[in-house]
């Protein structure tokens, strides 16, 4: 009984590899090995995909000549975001991200300095308050603005902050 578990898994090692180049063991390892790279890539394409959010971009993003192409969840549930922003002219002023749920209702809003030289590009990161339920949101209304005269934009907030409910 042995012998034939034995046989019938080196049968299946002999098929899987067919009659390439090298030794049997490496062309079973490449097989192998090439099955579990396909299948954590697949594994990964599909947290990537859950990690997207949907954007809804106000006229103004465009009216300072700035594209948004990406808005990720940094952390499932952790109300961390980032958007990717691109840029073809010098920008210096504030992102405001609502986040909305599925009546359209806002639950949370995160604000973050933008400073991008011309044609320029950066991750922006959002940090929404520690309450909001990250579960419930559907997509996040995004808009930037210059800041008002002698007006100081905060950095965006350490993860310490918004647990503390520091004014940001």
């Known amino acids: 009984m042995r012998s034939w578990k034995y046989l019938a898994g080196l049968s299946a090692v002999m098929v899987l590899?067919?009659?390439?180049?090298?030794s049997v063991p490496e062309q079973a390892g490449s097989t192998i090995g090439g099955t579990?790279?396909?299948?954590a890539s697949g594994?990964?394409?599909?947290?990537?995909?859950k990690m997207l959010v949907e954007l809804e971009l106000?006229?103004?993003v465009a009216e300072y000549g700035l594209a948004i192409t990406v808005g990720k969840n940094r952390d499932?549930?952790?109300?961390?975001t980032a958007v990717y922003v691109v840029t073809e002219k010098p920008f210096t002023g504030a992102m405001l991200v609502k986040a909305l749920d599925a009546s359209g209702n806002e639950i949370g809003r995160a604000t973050s300095s933008v400073?991008?030289?011309?044609?320029?590009?950066?991750y922006v990161?959002?940090?929404f308050p520690p309450q909001m339920d990250s579960n419930l949101?559907?997509?996040?209304?995004v808009s930037v603005r210059l800041p008002a005269e002698g007006e100081v934009i905060p950095p965006p907030a350490s993860t310490e902050e918004a647990a503390d409910n520091t004014p940001v």
């Open 17 to 22: 590899t067919g009659c390439g180049e090298g």
């Open 36 to 39: 579990v790279v396909d299948f």
């Open 43 to 49: 594994l990964g394409k599909g947290v990537d995909e």
């Open 58 to 60: 106000e006229s103004s």
């Open 76 to 80: 499932l549930g952790s109300g961390r």
């Open 115 to 122: 400073t991008l030289k011309q044609d320029d590009a950066a």
């Open 125 to 127: 990161d959002l940090l």
């Open 137 to 141: 949101v559907r997509k996040y209304r």
